[in-house]
């Protein structure tokens, strides 16, 4: 029910006010003696206000504060007066008042204004809802565009990196292809293989992140054996390691507690999240030191945590690492583009988990997965919720 304000100094039109309006409205009248003085004091929320002459006289800034305040919703008032004192009110308490109704009041016009000022509040709340909604939407409208615009910036300039090599080394193979040794030559080759590679892989994160932003990644889930899921990532990553010179590898262990463990999870998703992390740990870990990646299943949830002995993070970095291209101040020149986290991030939150790190500068990095265990009933298979 609509809450209509009531100003009227004038005794038996107040009264008389008061009759009709109750029935159809809830009036409220200022009572103590200290409200009708000093408006200011009243705090109650209405929808309209009904207000003779007098009144406006004293309360017209008080009025004109309500209206100011609720702009640019329509906050309307009514002004009652007699035919004679139309004349005397100055402009100044014209601009105050929405519309006027002259004494003595028929109820049926007082009703059919009551209700055209109601109605135009109404209309104009509504209005501000949809121009608030609008706003919202321009708002992250834009916010998408400017992220979409820096990302194309980052990847052309992540990408004109291993290209303007990949330019270089391809001179250099048909420029001296008869001077370099041939071991010289297969090692040019292979660094522009691993350009060629790290490219590949840039567009295929920048892909991802795009189809999970625009809501187009398809989730199939299916039951793992996470152990052998695992293994398998754990041992590709041990074998790109005994290519590297012994004395900088970095060992990677794998601790099962829930050897016979199966989930329903997304196979490609999981494998990005483990691929990420496993490989941030031994990127930024020192060379003879360990990396462990610990898998643990409980009823309802699965964990998965990385930990290494590596550089660590800096604190004041700690708050802003799942940002899209956002790199500790201590990585100095391991490469890397600042995507794998928020990647991370995506497939984790896309399972409906959550993921956690502690990380000391100098000391090391743990970085902790929480998965739901999706529910699978015969005919439909949904991520499971908290
Ligand atoms: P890429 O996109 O190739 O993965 P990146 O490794 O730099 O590049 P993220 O994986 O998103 O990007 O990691 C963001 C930053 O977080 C890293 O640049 C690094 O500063 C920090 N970081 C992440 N994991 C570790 C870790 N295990 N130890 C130390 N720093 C880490
Ligand atoms: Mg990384």
Redesign the pocket.
């Known amino acids: 029910m609509s809450q209509i304000l009531l100003l009227v100094e004038q005794k038996e039109n107040r009264r008389l006010l008061l009759e009709w309006l109750a029935v159809n409205y809830v009036v409220l009248l200022p009572t103590s003696t200290n409200e009708i003085d000093d408006l200011s004091q009243f705090n109650q929320p209405f929808g309209m206000g009904i207000i003779d002459g007098l009144a406006l006289k004293r309360h017209w800034q008080w009025v004109a504060e309500k209206k100011q305040a609720e702009h640019p919703v329509t906050l309307p008032f009514l002004l009652i007066t007699s035919r004679s004192d139309v004349g005397m009110a100055t402009q100044f308490l014209w601009q105050t008042v929405d519309d006027l109704i002259l004494a003595p009041i028929e109820k049926i016009e007082l009703q059919a204004r009551v209700e055209i000022l109601l109605r135009s509040r109404q209309l104009s709340l509504t209005l501000k809802l949809s121009h608030d909604q609008l706003d919202r939407s321009l708002q992250t409208a834009q916010e998408l565009n400017e992220s979409k615009t820096s990302l194309l910036y980052m990847i052309s300039h992540d990408v004109r990196n291993p290209l303007n090599f990949i330019i270089g080394t391809t001179q250099l193979l048909s420029k001296y292809k008869l001077k370099l040794t041939e071991d010289k030559k297969q090692e040019l080759i292979d660094k522009t293989q691993a350009a060629a590679k790290g490219i590949d892989l840039l567009l295929d994160?920048v892909l991802l992140i795009n189809r999970v932003e625009s809501g187009k990644v398809a989730f199939c889930i299916i039951p793992l054996d996470l152990g052998s899921f695992c293994n398998q990532i754990v041992e590709e990553f041990q074998n790109s390691q005994k290519l590297k010179p012994e004395n900088s590898q970095v060992a990677l262990i794998f601790v099962n507690h829930s050897p016979s463990a199966t989930a329903c999870l997304e196979a490609s998703l999981l494998r990005r999240i483990l691929i990420?992390?496993v490989?941030?740990?031994i990127?930024?870990?020192l060379p003879n030191t360990q990396v462990t990646l610990e898998l643990k299943v409980t009823e309802t949830e699965v964990v998965f945590s990385?930990e290494?002995a590596?550089?660590?993070?800096p604190a004041e970095?700690q708050k802003r690492?799942f940002e899209f291209f956002?790199?500790?101040k201590?990585?100095t020149r391991?490469?890397?583009?600042?995507?794998?986290?928020?990647?991370?991030k995506k497939c984790v939150d896309l399972h409906g988990g959550d993921i956690t790190f502690t990380?000391t500068e100098g000391v090391?990095?743990k970085?902790t997965v929480t998965l739901p265990i999706a529910e699978v009933s015969s005919d439909r298979v949904s991520p499971a919720t908290h």
């Open positions: 994160d990420n992390l490989s941030n740990a990127k930024y870990s990385v290494d590596g550089i660590g993070i970095d690492l956002y790199r500790a201590n990585v391991i490469p890397g583009t600042g995507l794998g986290l928020s990647i991370v990380s090391g990095s970085f």
